[in-house]
C-alpha cells in the first residue's frame, strides 16, 4: 500500500459509532487514509466485526484497514497494514511472518529502538507532538523534525507521522512532506464535519471542495 496522509484509530470507548471516520475517509482522496482497529477492550469476535464492517467501506472509498496489536485479526481480515503500537513486539519477526504488510508502531523520543528494528518498520507514529500526554511534554515542530532527521538518517525509508493534539487548527502546519509524512489523529478524526480537517491537509476530493 502507498503511504497515507491521515491515520485515524477507532476509539470505541469514547466513540461508539465509527461513522465519522468513515465520512473522513469517504471525502478524503483515494489512497490518502487509513483507519486503524484499536480497541483494546473490545472482545477478539466485536473487533473482528468492526474490522469488516469497516473494510467494506473503506476499501470501496480506495483506502486502507489497519489493525493494532493482533497481527492474526490483521491476517483474518486481509488488513492492508499492522499497527505495533508502543509496547516491546519484535519488529524483524513481524516483517518476516507479514512481508507485505505496512507495518507501523508508536514511538516517543525516550523509545530505543535499534536499526534493525526501524528498518523493519514502513512508519512511525511520533508523539506527542502539539500536546503534552501522560508525563511527556509536547515536542513542538522544532523538536518532531530533530526526531525526524535522526530516524530517517538511521532508516531513510521510514516514514515518519506526528501524533498528538494535532486537529483541524494546526493540522496545516504538518501538511508538507518537508516536515511529515503524514499525522495521526485520535479524537480530531471524530468531528461531524471532516472537511476542515482533510483541507488543511490537502487532501479533500475534488468534488466535495
Keep these: ?21 468513515l465520512r473522513s475517509s469517504e471525502r478524503a ?20 466485526e468492526l474490522g469488516v464492517n469497516l473494510g467494506v467501506r473503506l476499501h470501496a ?21 499492522l499497527h505495533l503500537g508502543g509496547q516491546a513486539v519484535d519488529a524483524p519477526r513481524v516483517r518476516a511472518a507479514f512481508p507485505e504488510r505496512w507495518i507501523s508502531r508508536g514511538y516517543h523520543v525516550d523509545d530505543r529502538l535499534s536499526d534493525e528494528e526501524l528498518g523493519a518498520l514502513n512508519a512511525v507514529f511520533v508523539s506527542p ?8 511534554p509536547a515536542l ?4 518532531f523534525l530533530r526526531l525526524k532527521r535522526e530516524l530517517t538518517q ?7 507521522f506526528a501524533l498528538g493534539g494535532i486537529d483541524a487548527e494546526n493540522a496545516a502546519d504538518f501538511s508538507s512532506h518537508d516536515v ?20 488543511a491537509l490537502g487532501i479533500e476530493r475534488a468534488e466535495d471542495t
Design 1 to 21: 500500500m502507498k503511504t497515507p496522509r491521515l491515520v485515524l484509530f477507532t476509539d470505541s470507548t469514547r466513540f461508539p459509532d465509527p461513522e465519522p471516520l
Design 29 to 48: 482522496e483515494p489512497g490518502s487514509v487509513l483507519v486503524i482497529v484499536r480497541d483494546r477492550e473490545l472482545a477478539a469476535h466485536e473487533r473482528y
Design 61 to 81: 472509498a480506495g483506502q486502507f484497514l489497519g489493525v493494532a496489536d493482533r497481527a492474526d485479526l490483521g491476517e483474518i481480515l486481509e488488513a492492508d497494514a
Design 129 to 136: 507532538v502539539v500536546e503534552s500526554r501522560k508525563g511527556r
Design 140 to 143: 513542538g515542530i522544532d523538536g
Design 154 to 160: 538511521r532508516a531513510p525509508r521510514l516514514s515518519v
Design 180 to 199: 511529515a509524512s503524514g499525522v495521526a489523529v485520535m479524537a480530531a478524526g471524530y468531528q461531524d464535519d471532516p472537511g476542515p480537517l482533510l483541507r
